[in-house]
Structures are given as structure tokens and as C-alpha cells.
């Protein structure tokens, strides 16, 4: 089992930043891909970004590349998510994901956490 905790979420304005942590815990997943995505209400959820525990990697959503940044503590167990020049369409749940799939894909995802609330006011 992995246990995921996401923090950080709250209320900023438009072009401003935030930075959510998810803490995991349990089972050893070096070969998972981190993930986030987010869910505004009345909307599916949708891919943010994703980072291999090994090597790094990332992958963005185009609606988020260039204000995002996905890092990762190996080490430490943490995933952290730089959010930068946030705008009102920003505004969503985000979830932290563990699974096989580093593009986004809703069913590789095995692990969620609990998600946070982010919103942007304008």
C-alpha cells in the first residue's frame, strides 16, 4: 500500500504562487511515476504534470508548462509542485497520484491522495 497526503492548497490571486507537497508513505514505488491532477467543479479531471522517482522526468499539461514546476525528494518521500503566475482558471481540487503512467492516464493512476482545495481569485 501508498499512502498519499497532499498540502499547501489556499486562497492566492491571480498571478500569484503556491507550492503543494504530497507526502508518501508505505510500500517501496521507485518505478511509479508521481502525478498531479486537478478537478474544478463540474469538470472531469484532468493531467497536470508527473515525475519519475528515478531519473527525473517530467511531463506537463500545455495549459500549465512555463508556470508549473513538478520536483521531487526522493529521499524525503515528497513530491512538490511550484505554481507560478496562478490565474482564476487555476482554481480546482488537486490530487497526488501514484502509478505507471507518466502522460496522464486516469486508470494507471493506483495510489490518490485526498486532494486540496486551490483557488484564485481575480
Known amino acids: 500500500q501508498v499512502q498519499l497526503v497532499e498540502s499547501g492548497g489556499g486562497l492566492v490571486q491571480a498571478g500569484g504562487s503556491l507550492r503543494l507537497s504530497c507526502a508518501a508513505s508505505?510500500?517501496?514505488?521507485?518505478?511509479?511515476?508521481m502525478n498531479w491532477f486537478r478537478q474544478a467543479p463540474g469538470k472531469e479531471r484532468e493531467f497536470v504534470a508527473a515525475?519519475?522517482?528515478?531519473?527525473?522526468?517530467?511531463n506537463y499539461a500545455d495549459s500549465v508548462k512555463g508556470r508549473f514546476t513538478l520536483s521531487r525528494d526522493y529521499a524525503k518521500k515528497m513530491v512538490y509542485l511550484q505554481m507560478n503566475s496562478l490565474k482564476p482558471e487555476d482554481t480546482a481540487v488537486y490530487y497526488c497520484?501514484?502509478?505507471?503512467?507518466?502522460?496522464?492516464?486516469?486508470?494507471?493512476?493506483?495510489?490518490w491522495g485526498q486532494g486540496t482545495q486551490v483557488t484564485v481569485s481575480s
Open positions: 508505505g510500500r517501496t514505488f521507485s518505478n511509479y511515476a
Open positions: 497520484a501514484a502509478g505507471t503512467s507518466l502522460i496522464g492516464v486516469l486508470s494507471k493512476q493506483e495510489y
Open positions: 515525475i519519475r522517482w528515478i531519473g527525473g522526468t517530467t
